[in-house]
């Protein structure tokens, strides 16, 4: 079946440093791959997504390119604030009949510190 | 707003109780999805419906878990004799059918503590 890896955190960065959360998946045909962003309480907000191998997805900084061969969709952002604190969640999206059922990761949290 | 709406947005109930959650999807969105998440992990998939019809359950959808969509609008999802292993947040999302594939919107979920 279709599974999700992100690399374990937490993961603690100083302010404008870079960062790379790592997530690898499995899957059967041509997945979608997301990233999702859930603050302290809330629920989650997509922050960007890849429909197609050697898409990137990008938003607010943070970006992803959907890499068939390494069956990866690794985060980064060259420069983190504190307001990026949050656990992130990385996604995989089957299609055909499974269309919507959302596969996720266990979440990485992460923490900027001033 | 006009974002994925849940309520309530935390329930403490007895052990044995019966609960339920209400979700209203983004307007016009058909189709509308389920999903529960426990402390330090990612959501799981539990059910979803297109318009009034729901199309597939997960195994983790107990016979004392049910959801209605009964008219392709908001939906509802009962949880009866609650158990200590059912504390979680329910998460509702939707998505419109042809927008880019599995592009879904999350609410911002309902806690559930059962004590």
Redesign the interface.
Known sequence: GNSVTQMEGPVTLSEEAFLTINCTYTATGYPSLFWYVQYPGEGLQLLLKATKADDKGSNKGFEATYRKETTSFHLEKGSVQVSDSAVYFCALGAGGTSYGKLTFGQGTILTVHP | DTG?S?DPRHKITKRGQNVTFRCDPISEHN?L?W?RQTL??????LT?FQNEAQL?KSRLLSDRFSAERPKGSFSTLEIQRTEQGDSAMY?C?S?YQRE??????????SWLTVV
């Not at chain 2, 330090?40 to 998939?45: A, I, R, S, V």
């Open positions: 994925v849940q189709r999805y999903y330090g992990q990612g959501p799981e998939f979803y597939e998460l999302a998505s880019p594939r599995n592009t879904i919107y999350f609410g911002e979920g």
